[in-house]
């Protein structure tokens, strides 16, 4: 994953309500794939660690889970199955099985991101900087501005 997509990711999680959280660890969880497919025959390294950060994003949305409620079932069983197949990708160093997982995973965020809509709650992070636009152009540079520089972020003093 570049740089400039992590600054992405981070950006829309500060902003994001729980289900935006949950379409971006579906996206991550993607990214993660692409990553790793790319990598297979180059860098097994990466490829192992990608194969790991995609089942790490997995995980944390087995973690999320309500239970109580009817899709959770299917959805654990759905998760804790593509967990297994990034295993055995790991493993046997199979990237098909990425191309499972990745064909699994991507209906459930195009669901998810069409509900996210509906969800009126602001966003998880209460003390996050709120960014605007603005950037300004100069000769040869691109400079990013925001707004409320000096506020406190994170934790609340």
């Known amino acids: 994953m570049t740089t400039e997509t992590k600054k992405q990711f981070t ?3 500060s ?3 729980a289900t935006e959280m949950i379409v971006i660890l579906y996206d991550m969880a993607l990214q993660y794939l692409e990553d790793a497919g790319e990598l297979a025959e180059k860098d097994f390294a990466g490829y192992q660690a990608d194969v790991r950060r995609a089942g790490a994003c997995i995980q944390e949305l087995l973690r999320s889970l309500h239970m109580e409620y009817e899709p959770a079932g ?3 069983q759905l998760y804790l199955f593509c967990l297994r197949r990034l295993s055995q990708a790991e493993a ?3 990237p098909e099985f990425l191309t499972e997982v990745s064909g699994i995973l991507i209906p459930l965020r ?3 991101s069409r509900i996210a809509g509906q969800n009126t709650d602001g966003p998880v992070m209460q003390n996050a900087q709120t960014v605007y636009a603005g950037l300004t152009y100069g ?3 691109l400079t990013e501005n925001m707004a409320d520089q000096g506020m406190n972020r994170g934790m609340l003093v």
Do not use: G, S, V
């Open 92 to 94: 046997r160093r199979h």
């Open 110 to 112: 195009d669901a998810y």
């Open 74 to 76: 299917a959805l654990r």
């Open 15 to 17: 902003q994001a309500n």
């Open 11 to 13: 950006f829309r999680i």
């Open 139 to 141: 000769k040869n540079t």
